[in-house]
């Protein structure tokens, strides 16, 4: 398996963003959400002049992305985790053999600073987060417009 990081300061092509952006809204299934959203995540990461940039992880075997995981930077060190991890995804092929666990490590090795996430409590995805140390401190509330 090969790993790749991107950062805002690495130049990435379109292509590879949308190849990302594909992979991803393929394989989140029914947890995912829109192509131009997981699009906009995507520029977020790969933005630090606007934003707060963060990066993408991307994993691939015989040039073939296997996984990702998006990272944003929240710009809101010592009260709100300085990372949100938005995407993670294994392509169904590699379900099951460990990839999942590998990503998140990796992405632990990279991040500055605590992470955070959300997970809806059916996914089954939720057990590896608990193993690796991931906690439930508040029930996450939404208003929406």
């Known amino acids: ?82 990372n949100i991890l938005v995407y993670i995804a294994v392509h169904k092929d590699y379900r099951g053999k460990g990839l999942g666990k590998e990503l998140m490590l990796k992405t632990f090795e990279k991040a500055e600073g605590d992470i955070k996430l959300h997970v809806e409590p059916e996914n089954p995805a939720r057990f590896l987060y608990e193993k690796l140390g991931f906690t439930s401190k508040y029930l996450e509330m939404r208003w929406t417009r």
């Open 1 to 82: 398996m090969e790993y790749t990081f991107y950062t805002p300061s690495d130049p990435v092509s379109e292509e590879t963003k949308k190849e990302i952006a594909d992979f991803l809204y393929e394989h989140l299934d029914q947890f995912g959400d829109e192509h131009k959203s997981i699009m906009n995540c995507i520029n977020f990461a790969l933005d630090d002049k606007e934003k707060f940039g963060g990066f993408i992880l991307v994993a691939r075997e015989d040039g073939r992305v296997a996984g990702a995981v998006i990272i944003n930077k929240t710009g809101m060190e010592g009260y709100i985790p300085e």
